[in-house]
């Protein structure tokens, strides 16, 4: 690695998960970056700020997918280093501060160094089968925002990503640095965290927070909210909910056609695709009837949890 002089972000290792985790409510992480810029196929803007000021994040630890890519990515690192013996692959393993803007941060995966161009980012990344299209034209942008967050704090000119598709399609991708694409990133990273966290100001909620407000509100009182006025707000849901629910029953009946359409075959197929119905045998637990036959069996694995019904209106009477 570079040395402390020239170096222009500071080394900070985490003992711990935790430390870790406390170390990222304090900055702005490659994962966050096209969160808040709002391309994320995963996080919000919102769920980015509950995280960083609220302390409200979704446990994420147990999910395949981020249990797997914790499996594979040195597997699919000593792959890298196999493919191009001539350079010098180093995990990084601690948390990159940048010392003009100590709220960026960048958690590497390793560094590497070609031998014609010098030290650069090497990030690892695993993906799904499912998500092979969006490799497709290279890095998908979601992406991009992180590694070019990485070039930022670092200064290094250069990123190659290693990703292992559907567990057996690897590929590399070159990102090169580009002065203008860090300049947006960077303009949105430093707006998001003065304008937002600093300040304690919540961006807008969308589609994909109604799980965090969940989260930050489980547990109401038995108060209600008087208002002189309905709010625009409300006129506007239900508005929007009744478009939904006509929309609704035009694909459900559509969807009826279509099933008498395909009958006994397993689907159609034609110039635009295909399309299938699905169709077979499922069990479940029949807990009405464990409950009346074994009553202490069913209470000693009944599991309590608060859960989220949704939005309901009741009219008024005068209304």
């Given at each position: 690695m570079a040395n402390a002089i020239s170096r222009p972000y500071s080394l900070?290792?985490?003992?711990s998960d935790s430390e870790w985790l406390d170390l990222r409510s304090h900055g702005i992480g490659g994962s966050d970056v096209a969160a808040i810029m709002g391309l994320s196929p995963w996080r919000t803007p919102y769920q980015v700020w509950a995280d960083?000021?609220?302390?409200?994040?979704e446990d994420i630890s147990g999910k395949?997918?981020?249990?797997?890519?914790?499996?594979?990515?040195?597997?699919?690192?000593?792959?890298?280093?196999?493919?191009?013996?001539?350079?010098?692959?180093?995990?990084?393993?601690?948390?990159?501060?940048?010392?003009?803007?100590?709220?960026?941060?960048a958690s590497l995966d390793y560094e590497v160094r070609d031998p014609d161009i010098g030290w650069g980012v090497l990030e690892i990344?695993?993906?799904?089968?499912?998500?092979?299209?969006?490799?497709?034209?290279?890095?998908?942008?979601?992406?991009?925002?992180?590694?070019?967050?990485?070039?930022s704090i670092t200064g290094r000119t250069y990123a190659d990503v290693a990703v292992l598709i559907g567990g057996q399609d690897y590929r590399e991708y070159r990102i090169e640095r580009?002065?203008?694409?860090?300049?947006?990133?960077?303009?949105?990273?430093?707006?998001?965290?003065?304008?937002?966290?600093?300040?304690?100001?919540?961006?807008?909620?969308?589609?994909?927070?109604?799980?965090?407000?969940?989260?930050q509100h489980p547990k109401p009182?038995?108060?209600?909210?008087?208002?002189?006025?309905?709010?625009?707000?409300?006129?506007?849901?239900l508005s929007a909910k009744d478009d939904a629910d006509a929309a609704k029953k035009r694909v459900s009946a559509l969807d009826a056609k279509l099933r008498q359409m395909i009958g006994d075959s397993r689907?159609?197929?034609?110039?635009?695709?295909?399309?299938?119905?699905?169709?077979?045998?499922?069990?479940?637990?029949?807990?009405?009837?464990?409950?009346?036959?074994?009553?202490?069996?069913?209470?000693?694995?009944?599991?309590?949890?608060?859960?989220d019904g949704g939005l309901r209106f009741s009219a008024s009477k005068e209304g």
């Open positions: 900070i290792r985490c003992s960083k000021v609220l302390g409200v994040r395949p997918s981020v249990e797997w890519g914790t499996i594979l990515e040195p597997v699919v690192g000593d792959h890298y280093k196999t493919e191009h013996p001539d350079r010098t692959v180093r995990r990084v393993n601690a948390v990159c501060r940048s010392h003009a803007r100590p709220w960026a941060q990344k695993t993906a799904s089968l499912r998500t092979a299209d969006a490799w497709a034209d290279g890095v998908p942008l979601f992406y991009q925002t992180q590694v070019t967050h990485y070039l580009d002065e203008d694409d860090i300049a947006a990133v960077n303009a949105a990273v430093d707006s998001f965290w003065h304008d937002h966290v600093e300040a304690e100001v919540a961006p807008d909620v969308g589609a994909g927070d109604t799980s965090t407000l969940f989260s009182s038995e108060d209600l909210t008087e208002m002189d006025e309905t709010p625009t707000l409300l006129t506007r849901w689907g159609i197929e034609c110039p635009k695709g295909r399309l299938t119905w699905v169709r077979g045998e499922s069990s479940r637990l029949d807990t009405k009837r464990l409950r009346a036959e074994c009553p202490d069996i069913a209470e000693r694995y009944m599991t309590k949890s608060t859960r």
